[in-house]
């Protein structure tokens, strides 16, 4: 591993002002928080529901529920009674993706101005459920959200920088979703042309494979991490990211905003501070060098599994 000395000019660069001195919340509260969202009790709408007021205390969960289970009960009024799993999901894709007097005419549809979710607000289900305008996030959520409550067998797997939905039927086999375009079913070797990854991230299972609840809850929760990052609460980014990796150790994209995070909290402490190597304090410098060799494990572990940086961003 190479050792911090060697890094230092990158990590000295500058940095806005106001990162360099973004508050410095305790992150122990927000690692109790993330920790009981692994409840067993809880479903994976009441963790993105709970992940997204946690980012915007405006969200109102109760609401969104509300507006889910509504949605579920049409759906399922919609597929008629004693039906097998093939009409309750063609109801499903009609229900979202159709135009209709059941969603006002007007549809759930892929928003191409922001088909990723990097705005941090286009993450937020309930925003999605007003718009009527999701993302490879918000979509597959709510359609996970809405299938389980119809009684469908359905899990989130990831692509590079993206979520779809694994889908079992009556017989056992199992389908690819794809969301962001009503629902079809798609290839695995769709995914792999349009989303390059390599085989050994396959193998490992970082892409393709159905999540389990808990690897899914780390998923929907890596939001917290990017939105502390974001805030130049670096700490707070790490701690979330130690509790998401302990239940999904194989998590690379968490892994890698782990490492991004440590990086953000050596340019938080040092760009503009100091131009020199000699003049850093030598417990500062003690402590930089930690941050900057767990920067680069978290990196090498990601890299271990099949994570390529053009999988994703790295910041």
Known sequence: MRSFSIAIAVVLAPLAAALAQSPRPDPVPVQRQV???????????DVK???DAMVDPSVNTAAVKSMVDRMAAEIAEMAGK?????AKLTALKRYLYESGSWNGKKPFRYDLDDPLGEKPANRLL??????RRGNCITMPLLFLALGQRLGL?????????????KYTDDDGKVWNLETTSGGGFTRDGWYRQKLPM???????????RALTHDEATALIAAFLIEDHIAKGEFESAIAVSDVLLLHYPNFAY????????YNGLLRRELAGKYTRLEDIP???KTRADQWYGRNMEAFAKAEALGWRQQDGQVQ
């Open 49 to 51: 529901l709970t992940v």
């Open 198 to 208: 390599s085989d050994r991230a396959v193998a490992n299972g970082v892409y393709l």
């Open 254 to 261: 968490g892994l890698v905003k782990k490492g991004s995070a």
């Open 82 to 86: 004693d039906v097998d799993s093939t």
């Open 35 to 45: 920790e009981a969202l692994f409840e067993p009790s809880r479903d994976l709408l």
């Open 126 to 131: 309930q925003r999605y459920l007003t718009t």
């Open 153 to 165: 067998t359905m899990a989130l797997a990831e692509a590079p920088l993206h979520v779809f939905v």
């Open 282 to 284: 030598a417990d500062l």
